[in-house]
């Protein structure tokens, strides 16, 4: 059975659809799946970008020390969790994040309240820098959100402009572990467009 990390920023629209179909196929496929955190704040530092752009790296930083202050809390498999209900509110709902959504996010996965307080701890990007290194590390490379990372084999993507149907998303699934279990294979990629539909 293969084992599977997905590493990703939380607020990476493309790496939201990528998650919500990899955990449905890996269920049709007993495919072991844990989704870790890396950081587009850490990773575009020192670049120039326009407004739209550094607001989404703030709350890249923000809500890494978030995810940071949750795994330190509770360990690795807090991170998935609080990604399915935060990732809900951003990216499905499109809400703005209130410290009352975020509240409700932490409860919703019962982490305390006080956890909040990370969004403005600069204490936590230690965390997140490394928690970031390790994508980069699995990888082999540098590389944006997400990453997939199959028996410790890693490859920048997939990138998903919708999530499929239950029968081609299993298909899709054995065909990247198929992929990732042939040494000689690198990389495949074809132009896309953004955002990507996000399904309720």
Same mark, same amino acid.
Not at 28 to 57: I, P, Y
Not at 171 to 185: D, S
């Given at each position: 059975? =293969?084992?599977?990390?997905?590493?990703l920023?939380?607020?990476?629209?493309?790496?939201?659809v990528?998650?919500r179909?990899? #955990?449905?196929?890996?269920? &049709?496929?007993?495919?072991?799946?844990?989704?870790?955190?890396?950081?587009?704040?850490?990773? @575009?530092?020192?670049?120039?970008?326009?407004?739209?752009?550094?607001?989404?790296?703030?709350? &890249?930083?923000?809500? +890494?020390?978030?995810?940071?202050?949750?795994?330190?809390?509770?360990?690795?498999?807090?991170?998935? %969790?609080?990604?399915? &209900?935060?990732?809900?509110?951003?990216?499905?709902?499109?809400?703005?994040?209130?410290?009352?959504?975020?509240?409700?996010?932490?409860?919703? @996965? %019962?982490?305390e309240?006080?956890?909040?307080?990370?969004?403005?701890? &600069?204490?936590?990007?230690?965390?997140?820098?490394?928690?970031?290194?390790?994508?980069?590390?699995?990888? +082999?490379?540098?590389? +944006?959100?997400?990453?997939? =990372?199959?028996?410790?084999?890693?490859?920048? +993507?997939?990138?998903?402009?919708?999530?499929?149907?239950?029968?081609?998303?299993?298909?899709?699934?054995?065909?990247?572990?198929?992929?990732?279990?042939?040494?000689?294979?690198?990389? #495949?990629?074809?132009?896309?467009?953004?955002?990507?539909?996000?399904?309720?």
């Amino acid at each position: 059975m =293969a084992a599977v990390d997905l590493y990703l920023d939380p607020v990476c629209p493309f790496s939201w659809v990528t998650a919500r179909w990899l #955990l449905v196929a890996a269920q &049709s496929t007993h495919t072991q799946v844990a989704l870790r955190q890396m950081s587009l704040a850490v990773l @575009n530092e020192g670049q120039d970008a326009d407004a739209k752009q550094q607001d989404m790296m703030e709350r &890249s930083t923000r809500l +890494g020390r978030l995810f940071a202050a949750a795994v330190a809390e509770r360990g690795p498999d807090a991170f998935a %969790g609080l990604y399915d &209900s935060i990732g809900r509110r951003i990216h499905v709902r499109r809400e703005d994040l209130t410290a009352a959504g975020i509240r409700e996010a932490l409860a919703e @996965n %019962g982490l305390e309240e006080r956890l909040a307080e990370a969004l403005d701890d &600069s204490g936590f990007d230690d965390a997140v820098r490394r928690a970031h290194q390790a994508s980069q590390d699995a990888l +082999g490379d540098e590389a +944006g959100s997400p990453i997939i =990372a199959v028996d410790g084999r890693a490859f920048s +993507g997939p990138v998903l402009t919708r999530r499929p149907d239950k029968e081609d998303g299993v298909r899709l699934l054995e065909a990247v572990l198929t992929m990732a279990g042939i040494p000689e294979f690198a990389a #495949l990629q074809r132009p896309y467009e953004g955002p990507p539909t996000i399904d309720a």
